[in-house]
Structure formats: structure tokens, C-alpha cells
């Protein structure tokens, strides 16, 4: 889980975060996107967000008065996250999007929404044909494109 | 310096693999120039999990986001709708979402019926046939009988219905307006050596299956076949000319980063509304001081983008979710000028079919609709896979405001100037898009939706680039004339989505392609006096 781009403070703080964005759920069977394998898995995506994240962290330790927000009290935490969401402009939304892109294909999580826990190809979907006669009433109305002259 | 070829065609898209395929059978030595490489099937994001993802790095719309090797960058601050296309063998029909309707043939006369913008200097019933045969080598699924077309019959079934369609069509039933299966270039059935559809649910960002009809696997096999050379990793810099005001070649950057000159005795640019004036206007020279083909002063102005708007909500019942493509049905109930709704000119309604889990996350947490914390399972849990979505492509009117240029400053890995686009949404289509929204949260409401969300425009949504070389029958009014051939220089062709004088109202590559069969067979009637 060693990431050279962030520094062990900045990892500690974005864990914390995204756990306190999607917590484990004792009722639907999930772990938090805390968890060691989803964590892993954002930490390796930030790829060429880099600088997002790096920015919304700043954002987060700024808020935060300069401490470590993993090291702050849970009420404290609280009230850091919520106005890191509502001031922290796009670098925090870039953040979120790659934590919740990563937490919705672990395979638990996807298994928990009653789906397979695989990429789309090479099997597919199977999709209904559905009720064509749906378009009995279409069907029954007269050409209606404009004519050109 | 390469050998000379009878026609170079620079962009190997829509347009370019269309125009090679149908030229091939000349027997002339065609060339095409690409700047990007070929893709493999195999490393499609479909194939991985992290398919979602992609979207926002190696696979994003936009070229300043993607940022591959082939992309080149846009300037494109000064308007509320960003480029997006893709740049490789296939061009942005490797990126599409395959939805193909055609133009209608009131597009085409849209100064005579409605006293607005210009005449096309064709005809619908003089592309028909040309729609006809690039429904067969594109391999269209789709159903004869709408009401809102001329008859036309695509060759293979239509895409299925599933939860999300039968849901919309009992809706537009119940409310009395037009629906019908779209015309999809996404093969159902065995085709022309692909296979069908699978419903892998994430077409755009190119199909693992090869069931989506992008140019690599339907017209540039053929064309390759039959003797066109395809160069990849070619991006071209300028078009040259010579003392008799001819175009002579193209110097292009080769794999290596060398220039090379190609000449040739007929140009044809391929290259979509952004690229084509941009590569025109780079081939300025002291004879043609404000770029090539330009005499009009209309190169890279009247740009169209078709204002997008998307409304969704959320309905009790599943949808379709990730399954299955995106787009299915359509909706040309307001297609046609009524004035008494306050402009003229229509659009089309997309239904879309819903979307992955994760894009699900991603927008519902941008749109305010996902708490942190406790409450995200079970908010999430009653959202993803109950959207409902209605898609809104409005018809453009050209101003010439609305335009390319060359940035002054940004240029591409190859130190070629890049382009700059400034862009307006036009009274005419914002009343437009305020109807359409309307009538857009009318069918959610009448479909049981909640928590309705509007996003107009889609920022990302300047999929369709029209208009910024008008054809016409005027050379003081237009940059190429009635078959695609510059009026300035007489071996020049243009057969890209540039070449619209009006948008209409829907996704236009359909039509492109039509275009580019029809300006190919002109050239094919007259080879013994195409340069009269």
C-alpha cells in the first residue's frame, strides 16, 4: 500500500476519509471503502489525479488547523469532512469520484448489490426482448416528417 | 519523398474509411493519412473492472483529458460545450455510442420552409441511396415503419427492449407522443464477420465485442482489401499547393517524428469540423494568406454543436442498470417547426438505458443525492439501476460567431498550432432547450420519477462538430461546392461533418457517412474532368 506520490500522514488522512465517506455496514454485509483491499486499490488508482488529491488533502489537513485528520476526535472529523465537501471545490469531487469508483467494484460490494463481481466482456448481460406490440398505437399514426417542398 | 498517389485522404474516421472504400474501386492508388494508430479489442475498457474508470483517464471523450500520443489539444475555454472525438484508426466512430439516425428531409430545406440559416445545395432523396448503402457496409439494427422518416429498412433487428424501453414506450404511450426502436449501428445479428451484441452496457467508450460499428472493423477491412493503404501514426501539418494554386500533398509528421512529404494529385480531408479547418487553416501560404480554401472567409466559422441536455430521475421499478447499450429509442415528437412553441426547428429525445454502478455513485454524489456516512448504503441501495433518462439533441443554426481558429499559443506534441474554439448557444436553441426540458421532466413525471435532475448543457457533449465548411452553390457563401470540391482549389475535397450547411436535429455520422459515398461517386462520374 506504499504510494510514493503521498506521504504517510496524507495516506493515513485519505483512509480515514474514505471510510467516513462509505463506512463498512454490518446490515448489508460491506466493508468500509477503508477496507485494506479497497483502499489498496484507490491508492493505486490515483494515477493522473495526482494533483487532485494532493490538493484535496492540503484542503482536508488545512481544515483540520495543520493536525493529521485521522488523529482528530470522531466529532471533530465530522465537521472537517462536511466543509471539506462543501468548500473543497473540484479536487475534492476528483477524490470522491475515485473512491467510490473503487469501493463499487470490489468484488464483496458487487456481490452485495446482487451482481457478478466481473467485467462486462467477455460474458455480457442477458437483456428481455420485451413487448413489441407496445408499438401497436406507433405504428398506427400517419407519416408525420415534414416533407422538403 | 514518398511516391506520388492518385488520391490522399487525410483521417481515417466516419468519412475517411467511407470516401477510401467506395474510391477503392477505381483502382486508383488511394492513401490515407492517420494520425492515431489501431486499437485492439483486447484492451478496451469493457474487458477490466476498472472499465468505469477509464472513462476519466486513457478512455475519456475529451482530448485534453485523455491526453494519448494521437490526441491533440483544444482551446476550447471560450465555450460552455467541450470537443470530444477520438483519434485513432476509426476516429471518434471508436468513441461513439453508435445512435444513427438520419438527417430528415426537412434539414435540408430549412430557409425554404422555415426562412432560417440555408438550403442544403442537395437533397434527402439525393442521399438516399448513399444512406441505404452505408446502412449495409456499417451494419444498422433498427425497425422499418417510423412514422417520422421516409421509409428505409435497416438490415439487421433492433435493439431489445428490456426493463428500460418497455418502461419509456408504456410512458410515451400513455402520453400519446411518438416513440420508436433507434437506428443503431451496433450489429444484433452475425454481420459481416462480427459478432452481435452482448449487451456489455458500455458502448461508448468502444466495444470489446466489435458489435458497434466503428470504421476499423467495418469499412477499412474492405478498403485495405481492395488496395487502399492505411499509415498510421501520421499526423499531417499542412497541405501544399503549388504555382497553379493546386494542392500538391501533405507534409506529415511520421511515427518517428520525421516530416515527410506525400505528394498527390487529389486531397480529400476527413477530418471532422475541428480538425479539418484547423489543418486548412495551417496551410496558409502567401497565395492563400488566411488559409487554404478560404476565398468565402467562411473556413472554420458556422461551427454546430448540437446543445445537449440531459434529464434523469430515479423510478421504483429496476431498470436495465449496466445492461445492455446505452441507447435504444427514440423520440421525434418534436422533431419538426411548430412556432407556436417559441422557436423553430426541433430535436430529438434519446432514451437512455441507465448506466454502470459506479458512473451511478459518481453522479449521484455530484448531483447532491448521496450522503457520506451513514445513510450512503441505503440511499445508494434505492438509486442505482432505477434511472430513468431522457437525452435532448437540439437542432444548431450556423452563426458565424461560432467558430475555429488557430490558438496563438498552444500547439500539439508536433509544434503544430492547435485549435481555438469560441462558442455561443444561440437564442434559437436555448428557447429550444427549455421546451425540450420541459417536456424531458413531462415524461419522467408521467413515468413516476423522482428526485428529477437537469443538466443543460453537457459540458462534455460537443460530440458532433458541423459546419465550419459549408457546402453551397455560392463561393462567396461557402467553402466547398455541391459534391465536397473546394471552389478554390479544384482537387481539394472535404467530406466530413464540416461540409453541413445546417446540424438537424440528430447525431449526424449517419449522415456523414452518406455524404462521404455521395461526394466519392460524384468524383467517380466525373474522373476525366473532376478537375474542371
Not at chain 1, 462509505?22 to 460491506?30: C, T
Not at chain 2, 494568406?289 to 440531459?310: R, T
Not at chain 2, 475535397?493 to 446540424?503: K, N, P, Q, R
Amino acid at each position: 500500500m506504499n504510494d510514493h506520490t503521498l506521504t504517510e500522514t496524507e495516506i493515513a488522512d485519505l483512509r480515514c476519509l474514505a471510510g467516513m465517506i462509505i463506512p463498512a455496514s454490518a446490515q448489508y454485509g460491506v466493508p468500509g471503502a477503508d477496507d485494506d483491499t479497497i483502499f489498496a486499490d484507490i491508492v493505486n488508482s490515483i494515477g493522473r489525479d495526482r494533483n487532485d488529491v494532493c490538493a484535496a488533502l492540503a484542503s482536508l489537513r488545512a481544515l483540520a488547523d495543520g493536525a493529521s485528520f485521522a488523529a482528530l476526535d470522531v466529532a471533530r472529523r465530522s465537521q472537517v469532512a462536511a466543509r471539506l465537501r462543501a468548500e473543497g471545490g473540484p479536487p475534492v469531487g476528483v477524490l470522491t469520484r475515485i473512491v467510490l469508483l473503487c469501493y463499487y467494484r470490489d468484488d464483496r460490494v458487487m456481490v452485495s448489490l446482487g451482481l457478478e463481481a466481473r467485467p462486462p466482456f467477455p460474458k455480457g448481460h442477458e437483456l428481455e426482448q420485451g413487448d413489441w406490440s407496445l408499438l401497436d398505437p406507433v405504428r398506427a399514426r400517419k407519416p408525420f416528417w415534414r416533407p422538403a417542398s | 519523398m514518398q511516391d506520388k498517389v492518385d488520391v490522399l485522404i487525410i483521417g481515417s474516421g466516419a468519412s475517411g474509411a467511407a470516401v477510401a472504400w467506395s474510391l477503392a474501386e477505381t483502382r486508383m492508388k488511394i492513401l490515407c493519412l492517420e494520425q492515431g494508430d489501431w486499437m485492439k479489442q483486447s484492451d478496451y475498457p469493457s474487458n477490466g473492472r476498472d472499465y468505469e474508470a477509464r472513462v476519466f483517464s486513457d478512455y475519456a471523450t475529451s482530448p485534453n483529458i485523455r491526453q494519448r500520443p494521437s490526441d491533440y489539444p483544444i482551446n476550447d475555454d471560450n465555450s460552455p460545450i467541450k470537443v470530444v472525438n477520438f483519434n485513432a484508426v476509426g476516429g471518434s466512430t471508436v468513441m461513439y455510442t453508435a445512435h444513427y439516425p438520419r438527417l430528415h428531409p426537412s434539414d435540408f430545406r430549412v430557409r425554404t420552409l422555415d426562412g432560417v440559416a440555408d438550403d442544403w445545395p442537395i437533397d434527402y432523396a439525393t442521399l438516399e441511396p448513399y444512406f441505404a448503402e452505408n446502412d449495409r457496409m456499417t451494419g444498422v439494427s433498427g425497425l422499418a415503419g417510423d412514422p417520422a422518416y421516409p421509409a428505409h429498412e435497416p438490415p439487421m433487428p433492433p435493439l431489445p427492449l428490456g426493463r428500460s424501453g418497455t418502461k419509456i414506450a408504456q410512458t410515451m404511450n400513455q402520453l400519446g407522443w411518438h416513440w420508436w426502436p433507434s437506428d443503431s449501428a451496433i450489429a444484433t445479428t452475425e454481420y459481416d464477420g462480427r459478432a452481435p451484441c452482448i449487451n456489455l452496457g458500455h458502448c461508448t467508450p468502444a466495444c470489446a465485442q466489435g458489435a458497434k460499428a466503428s470504421t476499423d472493423i467495418t469499412y477499412w477491412p474492405h478498403a485495405i482489401r481492395a488496395g487502399v493503404e492505411l499509415r498510421t501514426n501520421c499526423r499531417v501539418r499542412e497541405i501544399t499547393t503549388g504555382d497553379d494554386g493546386m494542392a500538391t500533398g501533405a507534409v506529415y509528421y511520421d511515427r518517428d517524428g520525421v516530416a515527410q512529404f506525400q505528394p498527390a494529385e487529389v486531397v480529400i480531408l476527413a477530418c471532422n469540423g475541428v480538425g479539418t479547418p484547423r489543418l486548412l487553416l495551417n496551410s496558409a501560404s502567401g497565395r492563400f494568406p488566411d488559409g487554404l480554401a478560404n476565398s468565402s472567409g467562411l473556413l472554420g466559422k458556422n461551427l454546430m454543436f448540437h446543445p445537449w441536455a440531459l434529464v434523469h430521475g430515479y423510478v421504483d421499478e429496476p431498470m436495465d442498470g449496466h445492461r445492455g447499450p446505452p441507447l435504444c429509442l427514440w423520440s421525434q415528437e418534436f422533431y419538426e417547426t411548430d412556432r407556436s412553441r417559441g422557436f423553430v426547428r426541433g430535436f430529438n429525445f434519446q432514451f437512455n438505458r441507465t448506466v454502470g454502478i459506479g458512473t451511478e455513485a459518481v453522479s449521484a454524489e455530484v448531483n447532491g443525492l448521496l450522503p457520506w456516512g451513514e445513510g450512503h448504503h441505503e440511499t445508494f441501495r434505492s438509486l442505482v439501476g432505477h434511472r430513468m433518462s431522457v437525452g435532448i439533441c437540439t437542432e444548431d443554426l450556423p452563426e458565424e460567431h461560432n467558430r475555429v481558429t488557430l490558438d496563438p499559443v498552444l500547439k500539439d506534441s508536433h509544434g503544430i498550432p492547435a485549435p481555438k474554439v469560441e462558442y455561443a448557444i444561440g437564442e434559437n436553441t436555448s428557447h429550444m432547450l427549455d421546451f425540450a426540458i420541459d417536456r424531458g421532466k413531462d415524461i419522467l413525471l408521467a413515468a413516476g420519477a423522482r428526485n428529477l435532475h437537469v443538466i443543460r448543457p453537457v459540458v462534455y457533449g460537443g460530440w458532433h462538430l458541423l459546419g465550419t465548411a459549408r457546402m453551397g452553390d455560392d463561393p462567396e457563401r461557402s467553402v466547398v461546392n455541391s459534391w465536397g470540391r473546394s471552389h478554390d482549389v479544384k482537387n481539394l475535397f472535404v467530406v466530413d461533418g464540416s461540409i453541413f450547411v445546417t446540424s438537424g436535429g440528430v447525431n449526424p455520422t449517419c449522415t456523414i457517412q452518406a455524404l462521404a459515398l455521395y461526394i466519392a461517386d460524384c468524383m467517380k462520374q466525373r474522373l476525366a474532368t473532376l478537375f474542371d
